[in-house]
């Protein structure tokens, strides 16, 4: 629904030794939930007093054929001047007015406003208008918070648990050795594809090293039945397949599509697991004997289970919060965002200690999706900012400090190195977002009624490549794989 909401800025008395406000009348329309149009109008006498101003400061200074420096006369300066003039006012203007808009309409901005300065002319007689768009943060009904029923998942981690996810951490340190026979699930073929809209080639890749499993996940698409589809291969058999495009994927005209994948094996291998040595030992993190190593797996998979739990709990926390939640957003806001929801995905999941495939299949799940979960993901980020601020819920410098200790701990840098990383990637705010949210839900959860439910580990059944069936990746995210020993090793084939 759009609105029109006129209203005159008053010019009270300036404080001592403050600027004297200008005196705006500002329009606020109401485009959408998120999007508000602003036209200001600067009176004249304002116009004149900053005219006033700048040449007062120009005078002195000014040099004119036949006058001493500052001799001048101030008519003269002026029309000598009067471009430079005309732009400094004009710019000065346009930013205390844009200052004093944003701090008496308390529009609470949530992007940088699109305003064409070119556009905006600083008028000889009469007032001087501008208009500007701004996306803010939207205005709602607060749901109810307190006293939530959520269902939480548990679970005893066994040894079962800690030998299975032993063996999948074993094999990221396995030899793959050529196989003569056929493929099977677990085996590791390279291959050469080709995605093809009927005689349009979409994409290719010459040779592509592949784990089979049951589904193939690329980023914008996946293909079920791809260990069937493979279970005859040999060195030399080509195999084709229909995949059918994600609705959010890069190009427009293929989404939602079916398109023709055509591979070709170029070789098979077959998974060699290494022998439990002291060498193995000291690889995966210096572990004096395989109970040390053992106890490391419980200890990763304890956090792989809060994981999970935490995002259940949240899962559920959001479904209740954005119920009502009505509110369309921006498409523009959607997309600038999608990105940040990537990021904010991996930075939780490196913190809780899952390997880069783990990740890696998950952000591909995310991506086929990504702008409908970055609008449901952003809708709960401004109700859980809201009762931050309701209830005081702050960022501390000791939060960052434990945040980033979490990821440096499980990627195996060091906490200063990671630092620099998330500054030098402008990560630093998707963080604090992280922190807050966090601090929030636990406020939430504290108020909340709990059944715990049985939980089982997700056993990988997709293996996820880093390729876009399209050519091109929304929201692209690389996923490093480490190079330095760990201390302590990674569950592996967790999901």
């Not at 000014?62 to 009067?82: C, D, I």
């Not at 000065?92 to 300065?117: C, F, G, Y």
């Not at 500054?423 to 630093?428: K, N, V």
Request: net charge negative.
């Amino acid at each position: 629904m759009s609105a029109s909401d006129a209203s005159a800025v008053a010019s009270p008395e300036a404080s001592e030794g403050l600027p004297k406000p200008l005196t705006l009348d500002v329009a606020v329309d109401t485009v959408s939930t998120c999007q508000r149009r602003v036209k200001v109008t600067i009176p004249r006498e304002d116009i004149d007093r900053y005219r006033d101003e700048a040449l007062g400061d120009l005078v002195p200074t000014a040099l004119l054929p036949g006058f001493r420096p500052g001799r001048a006369p101030r008519r003269l300066v002026s029309s000598r001047f009067k471009s430079e003039l005309s732009d400094q006012i004009r710019s000065k203007l346009l930013t205390d007015a844009m200052t004093q808009v944003s701090e008496q309409q308390k529009l609470s901005p949530i992007s940088e406003p699109e305003l064409d300065v070119n556009a905006v002319l600083l008028p000889d007689d009469g007032p001087m208008t501008f208009e500007f768009s701004i996306e803010v943060r939207p205005e709602f009904e607060m749901p109810k918070w307190k006293g939530l029923s959520i269902s939480r998942p548990d679970r005893e981690i066994t040894d079962a648990d800690v030998d299975e996810a032993l063996g999948g951490h074993l094999r990221e340190r396995a030899r793959f050795v050529p196989h003569d026979g056929t493929a099977s699930p677990g085996d590791l073929i390279v291959t050469k594809f080709v995605f093809k809209d009927g005689e349009r080639v979409l994409s290719a890749a010459d040779e592509a090293e592949i784990i089979v499993r049951d589904r193939l996940s690329f980023a914008d698409a996946e293909l079920p039945g791809f260990a069937k589809l493979v279970a005859k291969a040999k060195p030399g058999t080509t195999v084709s397949a229909t995949v059918k495009v994600s609705d959010e994927a890069a190009l427009e005209d293929v989404r939602g599509k079916d398109v023709t994948m055509e591979l070709t094996v170029l070789d098979v291998k077959r998974l060699e697991l290494p022998e439990m040595t002291p060498t193995l030992l000291e690889e995966l993190g210096g572990f004096e004997s395989a109970d040390a190593l053992k106890a490391a797996v419980r200890k990763q998979l304890e956090g792989q289970l809060e994981w999970h739990r935490r995002k259940q709990v949240r899962q559920q926390v959001a479904s209740a919060l954005t119920a009502s939640a009505s509110w369309e957003l921006p498409p523009s806001l959607l997309r600038r965002q999608a990105q940040r929801e990537l990021e904010r995905a991996i930075l939780e999941l490196r913190r809780s200690g899952f390997d880069d495939d783990s990740i890696r299949r998950y952000v591909n799940e995310l991506r086929q999706s990504v702008m409908a979960s970055t609008a449901r993901a952003l809708k709960e980020h401004f109700i859980l900012e809201r009762i931050a601020e309701d209830e005081g819920i702050a960022d501390t410098a000791a939060d960052y400090d434990e945040e980033i200790r979490a990821v440096a701990a499980q990627s195996g840098e060091s906490p200063r190195r990671v630092r620099a990383s998330l500054e030098r990637r402008g990560l630093m705010d998707v963080l604090r977002n992280q922190i807050i949210e966090r601090k929030t839900i636990d406020l939430i959860t504290s108020h909340a009624s709990f059944k715990d439910t049985p939980f089982e580990f997700a056993r990988p059944d997709a293996e996820a490549i880093d390729h876009a069936v399209c050519g091109i990746v929304v929201g692209e995210e690389e996923i490093p794989t480490a190079t330095q020993p760990e201390p302590t090793p990674r569950p592996g084939q967790r999901g």
